[in-house]
Nanobody
Framework: QVQLVESGGGLVQPGESLGLSCAAS????????MAWYRQAPGKQRELVAT???????NYADSVKGRFTISRDNAKNTVYLQMNSLKPEDTAVYYC???????????????WGQGTQVTVSS
């Protein structure tokens, strides 16, 4: 199986920056798409950004121009750099990945445990 460990959440003031990281480990043959989702209190989980194995990226309109997703394939790690943070970015951020696992080479979906990001003055 595959484990996702997230880090980097915290409390920041509006306009500040914060970076998240998520490392995948376990019986990995390959990591396909990696993504970040978020869920604010009382709201549904929403897609923030995705990045494919070929480094093609996609962003939610609400974060375009402020957030940057990237990945290090050698480390099976995905990053989310968040700039110009707003109070409405406050949420639990979840890492998500599609991985091909060993020894079966079947494809599974995995979620991280979530990390809290709070933007408040």
């Amino acid at each position: 199986q595959v484990q996702l460990v997230e880090s980097g959440g915290g409390l920041v003031q509006p306009g500040e920056s914060l970076g998240l990281s998520c490392a995948a480990s376990g019986s990995i043959f390959s990591i396909e798409t990696m993504a970040w989702y978020r869920q604010a209190p009382g709201k549904q989980r929403e897609l923030v950004a995705t990045i494919t194995s070929g480094a093609n990226t996609n962003y939610a309109d609400s974060v375009k121009g402020r957030f940057t997703i990237s990945r290090d394939n050698a480390k099976n790690t995905v990053y989310l750099q968040m700039n110009s943070l707003k109070p409405e970015d406050t949420a639990v951020y979840y890492c998500y990945t599609i991985a091909v696992v060993l020894p079966t080479r079947l494809t599974y979906h995995y979620w991280g445990q979530g990390t809290q990001v709070t933007v408040s003055s």
